[in-house]
Every structure is written in C-alpha cells, then in structure tokens.
C-alpha cells in the first residue's frame, strides 16, 4: 500500500526530471532518507502541509487535557490522582514541543491558536468525546494514547527534522501513558467489584470506534495522502496504521476479560491479521464539522483558559524584554 502511494503521488504530480533544480535536490535529498532542517530550500506546498499537520497535532494535545483534566479532582486515590496530574502535564509539554516545532517553519503561534479558537483549525476528534466515568481515564490512556503512538511512532522517521526529534520524547512519554492506562483499566478488572468492571466494559464500547476513527479515513478518500507519502512526512497509510493498532490491542483486550462492541472482530488465518466491522465515517465527519458530543463546550474552554492566562503570557514577555535590554546595556 505504501509503495504504491508513493508511486502514486509522484506520477500525479511531477517525475524528477521535470522538477526545477531547487525542487529535484529537496526531492532527492528525501529519497535518500536526508532529513530537511529548518533553514534548508523547501517547496512552499511541503512547508504548508507541515504547518497544518503539525498544528493540528499541537492542538490536540493541548485539547486533549481538557478529558482528563476534569477527572483529577474526582481521582479515588493520591496515586492516582498525582498520576493523571503528571500525564495531563506531559500533554501540554507535547503540546510546547510541537508548537516549536512549527515556528521553524515561519508559522505563528498565536495565529494558529486563534484560528483553532475560532473553529478554522481542526484537531483530533476523539477529544470530542465525553469521559463520563472513572474508567474512561483507563481507557483514554490505554486505547486513545495507543492509537496516538501507533500513529506517532512512524513520525519519528518523517523527512522533516524538527518534528522527527520532538516526536522521540513524545513517544516515550505516550507509552508510558498507554501502560498507565492499563494498568488502572487491570485493577479495576481484577480487583473490583461487578459494577466496576461494567464501568471498564461500558467506557470500551464507548471508545472503540471512536479510537478507530483516529487513523483517518482510507487514503484511497485523501487527496493530500500520496503527496505527503512522496515526501516522507508520512510513512504508512491510514489503513495499515488502523489494522497494526487493532492487532496489536486485541490480545491486550482479552486479557482484560472484556470484548470490543464490534460482532465482526475476528482473527483471519489466512490474512494473519484480526478482520473487524465497517467504521461509521459518517459520525467521524460529523464530529469534524463541529457537531459531536463535546466540541462546542472543548474550544469554549480552550478560549476561557486561553484569555484568563493572557496576564502571563505578557509577563513573561515583559520579563524576557527587560532582561535582553540589561544584556545589551552590559
């Protein structure tokens, strides 16, 4: 599938010889697993493409507090509750990182928070979901964070250096918040009582699909995937990812002693892989538009913590000013 994408997207849009000079060296500096910098020539189309993903998955770490941030006050243990402060804290450093990340390429910070502010800038829509019980903080931890390293794993070899490296630190911090997520979802299992343990079954049929949706559609259905795999930034289609993830949690499923809300998830032989029922595409779409559960009251928040923290956005950039005029005054 990979091959063929890329395959594709070069034939779609230019072969090496019709490149201008510039855009053939930035092409084979790719192809030779040359990793772009910075201050490095690159197609204005490339330089966009990465603004907007890396924008996008600036934005949902940063969004993706707010579930789990309503969760810390009602922890039932110290441990736990430390815990779930120490992973929502990780989120904003993974959204710090990749902001940065971003304003290498000339983009602007600020611009691109109001335009998320605004509803112009999408981010993940499983952040639009509602954590309604204790349970789900194991589930977001275990399921959602799963789904967002098998994505992200792959971002560690993407062509563009900046977010190569911020992805490293991102990654190992998601898998430790996968193995949390577990962990909290195994003694729930194993030690609670039966409501309990229907919390943990409810809170899984409630994110499976949802969690499935976090890959994307097909890249058959984007018209951006096969450009994006010709350069690197991306590496493997949205479908190989989604069966990766599904095979990888299955087995973790069953060791919980729960099942997935899905009656056609079941192991092929001959494919060497787990077959699963059809995605309802339709909700996913409906959630990017704006309209799930929680996508009003998510940016809302966003825009109240974003205003109310304006008086240390401003004092810290007094601070760096006067310090940066005692330096030049020495």
Request: proline fraction near 4%; glycine fraction near 6%.
């Amino acid at each position: 599938m990979y091959a063929q994408l890329v395959e594709t997207g070069i034939k779609r849009l230019k072969n090496l010889d019709e490149m201008a000079p510039q855009e053939r060296a930035f092409q084979e500096k790719i192809d030779a697993e040359i990793k772009i910098e910075a201050k490095n020539w690159m197609p204005e189309a490339y330089r966009q493409t990465l603004i907007r993903q890396i924008s996008q998955h600036a934005h949902s770490e940063i969004v993706g507090m707010l579930p789990e941030g309503n969760w810390i006050t009602r922890a039932p243990t110290l441990k736990r509750k430390l815990q779930l402060m120490a992973k929502v804290q990780d989120e904003a450093g993974h959204g710090l990182y990749l902001y940065s990340a971003m304003e290498t390429l000339g983009a602007d910070r600020d611009e691109e928070i109001a335009r998320l502010h605004a509803g112009k800038a999408k981010y993940s829509s499983i952040f639009n979901y509602p954590t309604l019980t204790w349970a789900d903080m194991g589930v977001v931890g275990w399921l959602v964070d799963g789904a967002a390293i098998v994505n992200q794993v792959v971002l560690q070899r993407t062509s563009y250096g900046p977010y190569a490296r911020a992805m490293v630190r991102i990654c190992k911090e998601e898998s430790f918040h996968q193995r949390q997520g577990y962990e909290l979802l195994l003694t729930l299992m194993r030690e609670g009582n039966d409501a309990q343990q229907a919390m943990v079954q409810d809170a899984i049929n409630r994110f499976w699909w949802p969690s499935l949706m976090m890959f994307g559609p097909s890249d058959a259905d984007s018209p951006n995937s096969a450009q994006s795999m010709a350069w690197k930034i991306k590496r493997q289609s949205n479908d190989e990812l989604r069966q990766r993830f599904i095979d990888q949690t299955v087995p973790q499923l069953e060791l919980l002693g729960c099942t997935a809300p899905d009656p056609d998830l079941k192991w092929n032989e001959e494919r060497g892989h787990y077959d699963f029922g059809a995605i309802q595409w339709e909700e996913f779409y409906q959630v990017l538009k704006g309209n799930g559960p929680c996508n009003r009251e998510r940016l809302e928040t966003r825009r109240v913590a974003y205003e109310d923290g304006a008086w240390v956005r401003e004092a810290v950039v007094a601070y760096a000013r006067k310090q940066q005029q005692r330096h030049t005054a020495a």
